[in-house]
Nanobody, 115 residues
Framework: QVQLQESGGGLVQAGGSLKLSCAAS????????MGWYRQAPGKPREVVAT???????NYADSVKGRFTISRDNAKNTVYLQMNSLKPEDTAVYYC?????????WGQGTQVTVSS
């Protein structure tokens, strides 16, 4: 089992920045891809950014140039630096890890961007 704990969410004004962290614990060996997803009220969960254990990154078009995903394998932690935040970025942000073809999710952290 892999446990994921997100932190760093909060309330920020439009144009501001936040940095999310996701720490993995438990059976962390062989974790491959980690990523951030988000779900706004009334909308389906969507991918924000992903990063493999070799550092390959992918971003949703809506966040390219504003968000940066990074990973510290020594700390088993993945980060999401979010800059130039917009009200439409408001959502619950979830961390996901893939290990041996199984998916693990964190509990989520709320990000609210006020206009």
């Amino acid at each position: 089992q892999v446990q994921l704990q997100e932190s760093g969410g909060g309330l920020v004004q439009a144009g501001g920045s936040l940095k999310l962290s996701c720490a993995a614990s438990g059976s962390i060996i062989n974790i491959n891809t980690m990523g951030w997803y988000r779900q706004a009220p009334g909308k389906p969960r969507e991918v924000v950014a992903t990063i493999t254990n070799t550092g390959n990154r992918n971003y949703a078009d809506s966040v390219k140039g504003r968000f940066t995903i990074s990973r510290d394998n020594a700390k088993n932690t993945v980060y999401l630096q979010m800059n130039s935040l917009k009200p439409e970025d408001t959502a619950v942000y979830y961390c996901k890890a893939v290990r041996d073809f199984r998916l693990y999710w964190g509990q989520g952290t709320q990000v609210t961007v006020s206009s």
